[in-house]
């Protein structure tokens, strides 16, 4: 199994990007996955998380302003960031846990990221 992330551009106070995270090598529809962040200087946090029944959860900070989902048709988790604001300058993770039927069971899989920043 890997995922690779794409989407993180800079963007201005206020805009929006979709971040993709690709999955090889398994029915990732399978698996509970879900989008981290860290910014510089900080501990990464898991910022939402998404179920293979469709189930979705977000950290505060977030809520209302990102969306979690998933392509199905081409193997990709996307998160839908809307109202950019400074405190969301990161790198984005996307991680798969392994279920069995999609990577061993427990076991963490980690994309490399992609850089999301903002300018005022």
């Known amino acids: 199994v890997s995922l690779v992330e794409s989407g993180g551009d800079s963007v201005q106070t206020g805009g929006s990007l979709k971040l993709s995270c690709l999955v090889f090598g398994c029915t990732y529809s399978r698996a509970s996955m879900a989008w981290f962040r860290q910014a510089p200087g900080k501990e990464r946090e898991r910022i939402a998380r998404i179920e293979p029944d469709g189930t979705t959860y977000y950290i505060a900070s977030v809520e209302g302003r990102f969306t979690i989902s998933r392509d199905n048709n081409k193997n990709t988790l996307l998160l839908q960031m809307n109202d950019l604001k400074d405190e969301d300058i990161a790198t984005y993770y996307c991680?798969?846990?392994?279920?069995?039927?999609?990577?061993?069971?427990?076991?963490?899989?980690w994309g490399k990221g992609t850089r999301v920043t903002i300018s005022s």
């Open positions: 991680q798969l846990r392994g279920s069995g039927y999609c990577g061993r069971y427990g076991q963490v899989y």
